[in-house]
């Protein structure tokens, strides 16, 4: 899938940078996915964009930000953003796109920022390759699988009709519960996600519709919940707070609880809690003594 962000700088300049990945961070840090070391107005890691197919992106803005990030001149914590969108934050314009550079056009990264992507790939190597500890899943550092890749989309029950009706009602009443139990959230964007299929499998195409509309807006919840949630672990990560980046990940882990050992996302979360937690524990000599 093509993603692009654009950065548009106070003096003009332009730089387009591609989404590589399942999501990034934009920051002024040095081990942001997209770095802005020249822009003051940013936080460490001011944005997580995470690309969502042809609906567009979902866009959260670190919490406690000094900066606000602005769309359509108003406030912008947390949401989906349509492709060719435009959020402020500051003098610094920012364009989500998903549309090729013409060839031959265009403006590239400047070589600050380019400087800035091995600055990243120097961090994360020194961050995760202390003795006796394994590196991260992934070459880009926390760069996790898509939470909801797998939705479920057949009807393995003879009688769909009530197969629906009761996978309906069940993902009603975990969509209820989530905000006092998190890791029902996910569960109940699967059950809207089945409830569809049997639906399209009994021939109600009204009611399929609503429960694609439902899952759509409980799954909009959960990736706000999650893209938050991974957005502290980065930067804690990025700065080497092991103690904070156990507690997120822990938090992600109690969001998943229920979700198969073989999920991917699972199995990445799993590795990634095992390193933050030797890291956490781990204490050079020097400072034992």
């Not at 690309?51 to 919490?63: A, D, I, L, N, Y």
């Not at 969001?255 to 699972?266: N, Q, R």
Request: glycine share 10%; with cysteine.
């Amino acid at each position: 899938m093509d993603a692009y962000v654009e950065v548009v700088h106070e003096d003009g300049r332009k730089d387009r940078f591609p989404i590589e990945g399942a999501q990034v961070t934009l920051g002024k840090s040095g081990t942001a996915g997209i770095s802005l070391p020249t822009s003051g107005e940013l936080e460490l890691e001011h944005l997580l964009i995470a690309p969502r197919g042809k609906e567009g992106c979902w866009v959260s803005t670190s919490q406690g930000a000094r900066t606000p990030t602005k769309m359509k001149g108003k406030p912008f914590e947390s949401g989906m953003v349509p492709w060719n969108s435009e959020l402020t934050i500051g003098s610094v314009r920012i364009k989500l796109t998903n549309k090729k550079p013409s060839k031959g056009g265009g403006e590239g990264p400047s070589k600050v920022v380019i400087l800035g992507g091995v600055a990243i790939a120097a961090v994360v190597a020194v961050m995760f390759l202390k003795p006796g500890q394994e590196s991260l899943p992934s070459g880009e550092g926390i760069e996790p699988p898509d939470l909801f890749a797998s939705l479920p989309t057949t009807c393995d029950d003879d009688d769909a009709a009530s197969a629906a009706e009761r996978l309906e009602y069940a993902a009603h009443s975990r969509g209820d519960r989530y905000s006092y139990d998190p890791q029902d959230g996910v569960q109940a964007v699967m059950l809207y996600a089945q409830a569809k299929a049997c639906y399209e499998q009994a021939g109600n195409s009204e009611r399929a519709e609503v429960m694609e509309e439902s899952r759509q807006a409980m799954q909009g919840k959960v990736d706000a919940d999650f893209a938050a949630i991974r957005l502290r672990l980065h930067h804690a990560l990025s700065v080497e707070d092991w103690d904070v980046a156990e507690r997120e990940a822990e938090a992600l882990d109690a969001l998943t609880s229920d979700m198969p050992e073989e999920d991917p996302y699972v199995g990445w979360l799993d590795r990634v809690l095992r390193i933050v937690r030797a890291n956490a524990r781990y204490r050079p000599a020097e400072e034992e003594g």
